[in-house]
């Protein structure tokens, strides 16, 4: 079983910046990363990071964001710049281990405000 610990969401103006990291426990994790969800819309992701370092962003936030991982700690971050309104939204954990049959987990969820 694993868990994910968030924190660093928060309210942030327009332009500024704001991190966010998960803890995972219990065992090692494949890939870690971000998804967001705004009021009314469906769940999309934002970015992930796999235990060998390569990442994928979504186009929205290329270039602004940036994650990383700390494989020894087991934690992800998100590193949030140049936040723009349309960055609000709840951001989830994610993990998932296994390749023949791949377990995802989540985590609770931390709000990111972004003020303009």
């Known amino acids: 079983q694993v868990q994910l610990v968030e924190s660093g969401g928060g309210l942030v103006q327009a332009g500024g910046s704001l991190r966010l990291s998960c803890a995972a426990s219990?065992?090692?994790?494949?890939?870690m990363g971000w998804y967001r969800q705004a009021p009314g819309k469906q769940r999309e992701l934002v970015a992930t990071i796999t235990s060998g370092g390569s990442t994928n962003y979504a186009d929205s936030v290329k270039g602004r964001f940036t994650i990383s991982r700390d494989n020894a700690k087991n934690t992800v971050y998100l590193q949030m710049n140049s936040s723009k309104p349309e960055d609000t939204a709840v951001y989830y954990c994610?993990?998932?281990?296994?390749?023949?049959?791949?377990?995802?987990?989540w985590g609770q969820g931390t709000q990111v405000t972004v003020s303009s």
């Open positions: 219990g065992r090692r994790i494949d890939v």
């Open positions: 994610y993990a998932d281990v296994g390749s023949t049959i791949k377990y995802v987990y």
